[in-house]
């Protein structure tokens, strides 16, 4: 059972009712032509992936991890097409990447890899695959920060570690601020301090591969989401503001790290920027592992959602460095999509009272960058300007929006 944020009631409304009271998309974006103009988008995009896979069946180039060619595998996965030529040889290599201690992975990222492979092989919906599924989510949850393994080895350089006991996080007890987050595993950045990037990509995994709201992973994880959040109601963190946003994590010493920096109040306390594709993580988390709208952590995320609306930006980034907003822009789009296709709030008011289709609006803003050959590109940095990466991010909040759309119309 997964816990789910869906209301019966917006499935019965009219679509007339909700177009009218949404802000006026161009009509030529109203349902259900949005979702064929979604669905040409995403064609051409899975048609620029495909030339772009590999002879062994992977995506990208020599040195990419496996998590590129489980994402370009999830979008086809998501198209129904995981059987097709491009799906099996795809998934025949990503099968082999799987280690003996169920992480698939090469040297470093390893709960990155793993978790993005497991959203990929669960796509597929192939009942061979399970084996593999369980090895990996198994070794998922051995990443999580918890009292439950060897602290003779915390904080430690991997290269002083057992093999046996590498990427074994631990913390002493629920007052850690590392407790219940992931961090980059196996043999990077040490211990593998926690983050909400990989935490959500974790999150994502468990979800998708069935594991309960009720499972303790998902427990301790809503303890170190509730870290992240920028709301002083229910983070004691000496940075939370109350502006219901996330940041990034605690930061390798505990005091708190945010990529969109950090600022000083009226007081001269300093505090940490809430970003947009960091606040659509938490927000999606908080839902997979079971709070519901009515939580005031959610109400919390999705008011930061409604005052920092805006396609153009991964809002907040651009707070400490103009130049930045562009920085992890697909990212956000990515977790942009996910999150509000499982919100299941079509037509988002706005701080003005304006009113926004937000799966038409991210149509057209996918289309407006799409280039002729179907892929997209962004930003050099976080590596968004590999268009295999940055396309199979595309064609998933595509997918999500058209997803939405398709939930309406039901």
């Known amino acids: 059972m997964t816990c789910r944020v869906r209301t019966a009631v917006l499935a019965t409304l009219s679509l007339a009712i909700v177009c009218a009271a949404s802000a006026e998309p161009p009509a030529a974006t109203q349902p259900p032509a949005a979702v064929e103009k979604a669905t040409r988008l995403i064609e051409r995009g899975l048609g620029f992936l495909k030339s772009k896979q590999n002879a062994n069946g992977s995506f990208g180039d020599a040195h990419s991890p ?93 290269e002083t570690v057992p093999e046996q006991n590498q990427g074994k996080q631990v913390v002493k007890d629920e007052s850690n601020v590392f407790y219940g987050g992931w961090g980059y595993g196996h043999r990077s950045h040490g ?17 998708d591969a069935g594991v309960p709201c009720e ?11 509730t870290r992240c959040q920028n709301f002083s109601q229910t983070n004691s963190a000496a940075w939370a503001s109350n502006d219901g946003g996330f940041i990034y994590g605690p930061g390798a010493d505990g005091t708190g790290d945010s990529e969109a920096g950090e600022y000083t109040d009226a007081s001269g306390k300093r505090m940490l920027r809430s970003y947009g594709s960091m606040t659509y993580a938490g927000l999606k988390s908080m839902i997979y592992a079971g709070l519901t709208r009515d939580d005031p952590r959610v109400k919390a995320a999705f008011d930061w959602i409604r005052t920092n609306w805006t396609l153009d930006i991964n809002p907040g980034m651009q707070l400490g460095n103009a130049d930045a907003g562009k920085n992890g822009l697909f990212y956000y789009y990515l977790t942009l999509g996910r999150a509000l296709n499982e919100y299941n709030e079509p037509a988002i008011t706005l701080a003005d009272g304006a009113r926004v289709d937000w799966r038409s609006a991210l149509i057209d803003k996918l289309a407006s960058i799409q280039a002729s050959d179907g892929s997209w ?14 396309t199979a991010y595309a064609v998933q909040a595509l997918q999500d929006a058209r997803e939405d759309l398709q939930q309406t119309q039901k």
């Open 66 to 158: 496996p998590a590129i060619t489980a994402l370009a595998l999830r979008a086809l996965a998501r198209e129904g097409q995981a059987k097709s030529p491009e799906g099996k040889r795809g998934y025949d290599y990503l099968l082999s990447q799987q280690l003996t201690d169920g992480g698939i992975y090469k040297d470093l990222l390893a709960n990155y890899n793993t978790a993005i492979a497991i959203t990929a092989l669960t796509a597929a919906k192939d009942p061979s695959y399970q084996e593999a599924i369980d090895r990996a989510v198994a070794y998922l949850k051995g990443l999580q920060w918890t009292p439950e393994t060897r602290p003779e080895y915390a904080g430690k350089p991997t």
């Open 191 to 207: 211990a593998g301090r926690p983050d909400l990037s990989n935490a959500q990509m974790a999150v994502d995994a468990l979800h």
């Open 215 to 225: 499972d303790p992973a998902m427990q301790r994880a809503i303890t170190f989401l």
């Open 377 to 390: 590109s962004g930003e050099k940095r976080w590596m968004e300007s590999d268009p295999v990466l940055v």
